[in-house]
Structure formats: structure tokens, C-alpha cells
């Protein structure tokens, strides 16, 4: 059932949705919700406008056996929703530590779709990490809660560039200990 898997990424399950690789035809989807000039404003990465091909080169990354970063979709087709409602990931860092990223598409924002699926992620510690960390920008507070409900402590104000708003933002940084 799920095409493209890739074997050292597991498929975690919640009471919503499960957490899958990407696979080829996710990218339509997450051209959609990462154009949104919304969506990629909360991040560091996504660009806006979102450049033609950005989408398919995410994918094609995100399924390299070489890659650092762990990215699954947030699918919910088996249970009555969209199969993309956004992307979790972890990025392998230094150590044994992980970072945490997320988005959701706007039309699924306040409904728990991101707390659920970050706090699924903490709980099945796919890299078998010993710290989890995240950084969320200080405008965004709903965010920051999707983190403090997944357990993790606040630990210092910071700043990250942010692709899509051309500049430095100020944020958060938040620690997890497993």
C-alpha cells in the first residue's frame, strides 16, 4: 500500500492519521500548502514564491538513502481526511540528537493535527535520539504549544534566517531529553 517506502523510515500510527514516507505523488500537495505564503513564512526553508520544481526536488531528497533528514507525511486518507495534511521530519544533528520540523496546511491550523503528529514522532523516536530540539518563530504561538504538548521545555531565545520573509526572525528554542 505505500509505494517508494524506505525501509530504515517506519510508518508510525495515531488515532487520526499515520506518519508515512513521502512518495512522488505527495508532491502536488505539498506545492499547494507550501505556496501559501502562510505556511512558508513559519519556516526557514520554504521560499516565496515557491519556484516551480520545489516541491518534486523535497521529495526526491527526502527519499535519498543518504539523507540526513527524515521527513513523513501526515496522511489521513485512511481515516476520512486528505492523504497530505502537511510533514513532520527529523534531522540527524551531532551526537545523538534530533531536530524537530513540522507544517500543516492552513485549512487543518487549531485542530491538533500538528500536535498529534510532532508528539507521535517524540514517542516512537525513530532515530533513537537522546535530545530532541525545535525552534518555532516568536510570532507563531500556537507553534510553540504544538511543542510544549509533546513535552518539551522552552530553553532560550534565539534568531534564524527565514527564506520566504528574506531576513533574521527571532525564535524560540525548545529541548526535548528522551
Not at 512518495?23 to 526557514?44: C, H, K, N, P, Q
Not at 485549512?107 to 514517542?123: D, H, K, Q, R
Request: charged letters at 20%.
Amino acid at each position: 500500500m505505500y509505494q517508494n517506502m524506505i525501509s530504515s523510515q517506519p510508518v508510525i500510527e495515531t488515532d487520526r492519521f499515520v506518519l508515512r514516507p513521502l512518495r512522488r505523488s505527495d508532491a502536488g500537495l505539498i506545492a499547494f500548502y507550501s505556496g501559501d505564503r502562510r505556511v512558508a513564512e513559519g519556516t526557514r526553508a520554504i521560499p516565496h514564491p515557491l519556484p516551480p520544481g520545489t516541491a518534486e526536488n523535497f521529495v526526491s531528497r527526502a527519499q535519498k538513502d543518504d539523507r540526513v533528514e527524515d521527513v513523513w507525511a501526515i496522511d489521513g486518507s485512511s481515516h476520512g481526511l486528505a492523504e497530505l495534511l502537511g510533514v513532520v521530519s527529523l534531522t540527524h544533528l551531532e551526537g545523538e540528537q534530533s531536530e524537530v520540523g513540522y507544517w500543516v496546511g492552513p485549512g487543518f491550523w487549531n485542530t491538533g493535527i500538528a500536535s498529534e503528529a510532532v508528539t507521535a514522532l517524540v514517542e516512537a523516536n525513530p532515530h533513537k535520539s537522546r535530545t530532541l530540539l525545535a525552534e518555532v518563530f516568536q510570532d507563531d504561538a500556537a507553534s510553540a504549544r504544538v511543542l510544549t504538548h509533546a513535552g518539551f521545555d522552552y530553553l532560550g531565545d534565539a534568531e534564524s534566517w527565514s527564506l520566504a520573509r528574506g531576513r533574521h526572525v527571532p525564535t524560540w528554542t525548545y529541548l526535548r531529553k528522551m
